[in-house]
């Protein structure tokens, strides 16, 4: 009898135990940026919340929190508003080039027509670079989300003029069909609910398939690029068209994808992009 009682206190010692370490583990979700798991109760605390210092903009509800994705540190570090990028490019302005308070890096000269900003959430470098290797080849498409909603927090925190419309950079057809979806296009759409822009899929089209980008220099890629892309819609040039990639590396596909906006009519353009390579150019592609 006492052996029968002992074994089901000890059952329901250990079934209470499984099931509090269950409970704990669902509260928790995990970092995107360094894997640690977030206390739930941890997601919306002070120091997650001050990564978020100055922050003015309106965010939808479709928008959750930065400190829902990232720990607080990895919240603090990625979205600390000290990236102060090309106004055109968004290349990372050095502080030479700050303390002298230009805008523009020395690759960039300002354009009237067509009036180009560039902004992005961060610089293609580790740990940030693994999301657009997972997103792009890890067949993970819902990391598209999280990317979409920290850029998000990103423009609402610089405080830029947002694009009227979203256009996502084309992939070709046989990269669609190889990879299952264009990630740029998954980034538009949530960036499209983030910010509330219309985004128009479909407009810009790859035409013809290109070799490679890997190994060119800058110039090989735009010529390289030049008449690949299609806009088969008129564009309203009083728009500020927000041309969305996941990477920026020379600029050649963003303007690639420019140039064939503008003959439909653009004359305003917003590129918007998760990460820009910093110098010197690594090519990804
Ligand atoms: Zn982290
Ligand atoms: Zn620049």
Not at 70 to 98: D, F, S
Request: net charge positive; charged share 20%.
């Amino acid at each position: 009898m006492n052996l029968i009682v002992a074994q089901l206190s000890q059952a329901m010692r250990l079934f209470l135990q499984t099931t509090r370490r269950v409970f704990q583990y669902a509260q928790m979700s995990e970092c995107y940026a360094c894997n640690q798991l977030i206390p739930f109760l941890k997601q919306h605390t002070k120091r997650a919340q001050s990564a978020s210092r100055g922050f003015t903009g309106t965010l939808t509800s479709n928008v959750k929190p930065p400190s829902n994705w990232l720990c607080p540190t990895c919240c603090e570090l990625l979205l600390t508003p000290t990236r102060v990028g090309c106004r055109q490019c968004a290349l990372k302005l050095g502080p030479r080039v700050l303390n002298f308070g230009w805008s523009y890096c020395r690759h960039c000269k300002p354009t009237p027509n067509p009036q180009i900003k560039t902004s992005v959430l961060c610089d293609y470098i580790p740990p940030w670079s693994n999301w657009i290797t997972r997103l792009k080849y890890g067949n993970e498409p819902e990391i598209a989300m999280m990317l979409a909603d920290l850029l998000a927090h990103r423009l609402l925190l610089n405080k830029k003029d947002l694009p009227d419309v979203l256009i996502p950079t084309p992939i070709s057809p046989e990269k669609l069909k190889h990879r299952g979806y264009n990630q740029a296009q998954l980034i538009a759409d949530h960036l499209s609910k983030a910010l509330n822009r219309p985004v128009m899929n479909n407009v810009l089209i790859k035409i013809h398939e290109t070799p490679s980008q890997a190994d060119l220099s800058k110039e090989q890629r735009q010529s390289n690029l030049d008449h690949v892309m299609l806009c088969r819609e008129k564009l309203n040039p009083t728009l500020i068209i927000g041309i969305v990639d996941d990477v920026i590396t020379t600029g050649s596909t963003l303007k690639a994808c420019m140039s064939a906006c503008m003959k439909a009519g653009a004359t305003q353009f917003h590129h918007l992009a998760i990460s820009r390579t910093p110098e010197p150019f690594v090519s990804i592609e």
